[in-house]
């Protein structure tokens, strides 16, 4: 057991799940005329030979205990089901216990085969989490259109911020050596709904687009295909300068848009379902239209031109924000993109991170969430997690992702959530997205640690549903990763919802944020000051002096408050009405401002970097407490990745406290011990390697 099975292990059921499950799956009845439908059959027979120890074998008459599989379309069995399966389009399925010619059947029906491979992962969910088929009759369809993963891969390999190892393409190997992890990769994606993968990392590199590795990305392409999955590009803006020999990139220069419809033919001509370009342009230094004296706009719609004749979309990415800008970073990303609301095309989509900052263990929704309601927004989420721990520590970012979703902009009355942005219903876009930088490496365990896939996990579910819970698919993650057992289920899944908020604590709660050391962004380093610029610092972002802490971002302040809806404006504004979790986000405060619970601010923060570092123990102890329940080889790594967490989330809390001491100039409060060592001591800590490291 060392991860690589992820939540697809279907290793076998309880005995008595067993009877009750195998006679109604004895045969299978399906025209498997496809690659798609193939998969899906390969999938469903390993699966139950798994599971219930046979698969089942293919006959062409009905008989009892059949599962029937295939479009209403073209099987005459499922012709009944034509009226159900309308309206759900090419993704969606229905799973349903029924009569087929007069005997009782389970049946999978689809307009497509992305629903047939959509419905039997979902079929086996069924089985693997233990339920029960009595009254089995579903029917879904997915909320958001494109649901991405985005590879922060170099080509040499390198995965910036990536903690599992190696890219997994092997781009050296490719297109001659197709590894079978690709295929893994794509089932595994399929099996929550993922339909895009983004290859390359943002900060890209040009030649991703030459012929040579367009031939890879082909090999690629082809076996994402009988999955649903279509491959994406990152697109470096001075590509035409850089393979293109031109000698500029301006978006309205004639060349330069005759060589991106080129390059866009040539593409399509290999990989005829490819779907488009994520682009991150004039965002820390990389190359962009503003290059130029051209907008945002101008650049989209420069690749979305080429694109369109083939049916593909730009992600064009709003994480950005400039050196110059003096005065709040927050800011950027909206004053630069909301004047430009209506003058994409109809194939660009922007890409918007959860926060206006930076994938912080908290933050408040970015204000671009309803305030762009003529351009449909993706939202983007780190999987991988580079400001929580990296992948030694366990952090279930379910939480952190529904917590986004559910937000309530208020942009048009009550009910207009970031979900409804973000799936395009609440401003009627028919495109919609979702991307998830990935977590994923050559690593064994593909996602460098037993719970990081849990995030893979939960990110596609809720790309599929963006109103699912947290806890219930932390419950399924759990039962088809770990075991059906209730003396384990409920325990791990309490570890896992606590997990995120204990990194919130540990780290700097109430609304403090980026905090962590220079560069690699491991661990403590709220000192962390000068440099190249000031929105990389600490001191930026906390604004610690002897009379309080917080950046001020209300009217009176940097105004940040203002990009929200008038009515969440108004309580970001108010210090008695802010949500204390986001205090200090908005906030300049005196170290004894009261807080709800009667302390003053200072105790507070103590109390709270203390109970981090609780929770992490207590996780521990739950933990070493299920040994018999988990297998030994995952059991000690991840036993062993909780001691790190623990000493770490101690470190975090001994020089957070240490530093911010030195302005609060108060002692701690009553049983709560100082931290052990000087603050010249954590600032003297070196951190000696950081994989995924750019600076
Ligand atoms: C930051 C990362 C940096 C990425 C950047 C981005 O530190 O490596 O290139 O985001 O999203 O969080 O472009």
Redesign the pocket.
């Known amino acids: 057991e060392d991860g690589y099975d992820l939540w697809l292990r279907y290793r076998p059921l309880p005995a008595a799940q067993v009877a009750a499950y195998a006679p109604e799956m004895q045969h299978l009845r399906m025209d498997v005329d496809s690659p798609a439908r193939a998969a899906a059959r390969d999938e469903l027979s390993n699966a139950l030979q798994g599971l219930l120890g046979s698969a089942p074998q293919p006959v062409d008459r009905m008989r009892p205990g059949t599962l029937v599989i295939g479009t209403p379309a073209s099987s005459p069995w499922l012709a009944g089901l034509a009226a159900d399966v309308d309206g759900l389009g090419d993704e969606g399925f229905l799973v349903r216990r029924m009569r087929v010619d007069g005997q009782p059947a389970i049946v999978i029906a689809a307009n497509a085969d992305a629903g047939l491979v959509y419905g039997t992962f979902r079929f086996l969910r069924l089985l693997q989490t233990g339920q029960s088929l009595e009254a089995l009759d579903l029917r879904e369809a997915p909320r958001v259109k494109l649901r991405v993963l985005n590879h922060?891969d170099d080509l040499n390999r390198y995965v910036?911020?990536g903690y599992s190892g190696q890219s997994i393409w092997d781009w050296h190997r490719l297109p001659g050596w197709l590894d079978p992890r690709y295929t893994d990769y794509a089932r595994a994606n399929a099996s929550i709904g993922i339909n895009g993968t983004v290859l390359n990392?943002?900060?890209a590199n040009a030649r991703i687009l030459t012929p040579q590795y367009l031939e890879k990305v082909r090999a690629l392409a082809g076996v994402m295909r009988p999955y649903g999955i279509r491959v994406y590009l990152s697109a470096r803006f001075s590509a035409p300068m850089e393979i293109g020999g031109l000698a500029t990139s301006d978006p309205l220069d004639p060349e330069v848009q005759r060589w991106w419809k080129a390059k866009a033919d040539e593409i399509y001509g290999l990989i005829p379902d490819f779907g488009g370009f994520l682009v991150?342009a004039n965002?820390?230094g990389q190359p962009g239209p503003q290059d130029y004296g051209r907008s945002h706009a101008d650049g989209a719609n420069l690749l979305a031109d080429a694109l369109a004749p083939h049916g593909g979309v730009v992600m064009w990415?709003a994480?950005v924000y400039s050196e110059e800008e003096p005065d709040d970073r927050h800011k950027q990303a909206y004053n630069e993109f909301v004047p430009h609301d209506g003058e994409f095309r109809d194939n660009v989509l922007v890409q918007v991170?959860n926060g206006a900052i930076?994938?912080q263990p908290r933050e408040p929704f970015h204000p671009l969430f309803g305030a762009m309601p003529r351009t449909p927004l993706v939202m983007?989420f780190?999987i991988t997690k580079?400001?929580l721990g990296f992948s030694t520590h366990l952090a279930y970012k379910g939480t952190l992702y529904e917590e986004v979703l559910r937000a309530d902009t208020r942009v048009d009355g009550e009910g207009s959530t970031v979900a409804n942005v973000v799936d395009g219903s609440l401003h009627g876009h028919v495109l919609s997205g979702m991307a998830g930088?990935a977590n994923i490496g050559s690593d064994r365990s593909w996602s460098g640690s037993h719970f990081d896939q849990a995030n893979w996990y939960a990110y596609g579910r809720l790309a599929w549903d963006p109103d699912l819970s947290s806890r219930a698919i932390a419950e399924e993650w759990v039962r088809m990763t770990f075991s059906n057992d209730p003396a384990l289920v409920a325990p791990v899944v309490g570890m896992m919802m606590d997990s995120r908020e204990a990194v919130v604590d540990y780290t700097g709660a109430l609304g403090l944020h980026h905090l962590m050391g220079r560069g690699h962004?491991y661990g403590p380093g709220p000192w962390v000051d000068g440099g190249p610029r000031a929105d990389w610092t600490s001191v930026y972002y906390h604004r610690a002096t002897g009379e309080g802490i917080g950046f001020d971002r209300t009217t009176g302040g940097s105004d940040a408050v203002s990009q929200y809806a008038p009515e969440l404006a108004a309580v970001f504004d108010d210090p008695t009405r802010v949500p204390e979790e986001f205090l200090l986000w908005f906030h300049h405060v005196p170290w004894d401002h009261p807080m709800r619970s009667g302390q003053p601010l200072w105790d507070e923060l103590v109390m709270r970097y203390d109970r981090g570092v609780d929770t992490v123990r207590r996780m521990r102890a739950t933990w070493d407490a299920l040994q018999e329940h988990v297998d030994g080889e995952r059991h000690r790594q991840v036993a062993a990745f909780l001691a790190i967490q623990e000493n770490e989330a101690q470190w975090w809390r001994d020089a957070s406290i240490a530093y911010f001491q030195t302005f609060a100039r108060r002692p701690l409060p009553a049983g709560h011990a100082p931290p052990p060592r000087s603050l010249e001591y954590y600032q003297s800590l070196e951190f000696p390697h950081a994989p995924?490291d750019?600076q």
């Open positions: 922060w910036e911020r990392n943002v900060n991150k965002s820390e990415r994480f991170k930076d994938f983007e780190q580079e400001y930088v962004h995924g750019t």
